[in-house]
């Protein structure tokens, strides 16, 4: 069986507009995907949430990882703050994979998010947990955080987001997703 990665946020610094803060709820979202990861029979190891970026990087490189998932919330820089709103999903660029798993997410997460248009893959090769890890990797930003509306709409959709996820995973090693008991 694959094993995944997976890497939520450890920003705890990074708070949403209206209370909580982007480590919280990226670690909910990563909770929530465990019981679909275990039905449909998918290993993964997840970040340990009181290390850093790096660390998990580290951690990553150490296993014998088939895939990594980063999962962060985002937010705008300051002469937009509170205005943009999207989903970013991240991936290596020269890295077949990486754009493969990133292109999953972005048909899948189209049909929870509540503005299709404005998800998108962005190839980069500056974020840590895309480029310096040994597995393929995408760093999904699910939503921006200091968006009153994408923000409310994280807290409310946690279980849609999860199920998302862990069904892009399955989709990318063709594995059958099962819906937990």
Known sequence: MPTVFLSPSVQEYNPYVDGGNEEYYMNLIADAMEP????????FVRNNPMSSAQQAIADSNSGDYQL???IHSNAAPTETKGKLRGTDIYYFPT???S??????I???FKAIYPNPEKVRIVPTTSLGEVSKTKAPAVLIEVAYHDNRQDAQWIRDNIGNIARVLSYSIAEYFDAPFVEPN
């Open 36 to 43: 679909y990861l275990e039905a449909s029979g998918i290993n």
């Open 68 to 70: 990594h998932l980063a």
């Open 99 to 104: 754009k493969r798993f990133a292109e999953i």
């Open 95 to 97: 890295s077949i994979s």
């Open 106 to 108: 972005e048909e899948n």
